[in-house]
């Protein structure tokens, strides 16, 4: 198995690599490669963007305890980090898997 170390977290993943590259962390399954399922290369791919979720809850909750708002706008941030996570990996860090998966669904 393969072991990603991220701040406070381990992860174990046997099939997939993690890279820290980019603004939403890079991710390539081998599965689309070798001819596994691509909805769930893709799926794989989209999840593990978390840098834009990551960075709204951070200057939310910055926001938050300045101008003492409560957690309102540490969410608010943070679901549209998550938002911009799944853009940004849908058209930018998994375009192959992404167009592997339209080519799958337009033969299947």
Request: glycine share 16%; aromatic share 8%; charged share 15%.
């Amino acid at each position: 198995p393969h072991y990603h170390h991220l701040p406070g977290l381990t992860m174990t993943t046997p099939k997939t690599s993690i890279s820290s590259g980019g603004a939403g962390g890079g991710h390539s399954p081998p599965d689309a490669e070798v001819g596994g399922d691509p909805s769930t290369a893709l799926a794989d791919c989209l999840l593990s963007q978390y840098k834009f979720c990551a960075l709204g809850v951070v200057l939310g909750g910055a926001y938050a305890v300045k101008y003492k708002r409560g957690v309102g706008p540490m969410v608010a941030a943070g679901v549209s980090g998550s938002l911009s996570d799944m853009a940004w990996g849908y058209v930018v860090a998994c375009e192959k898997e992404a167009a592997a998966y339209r080519d799958w669904k337009e033969r299947g």
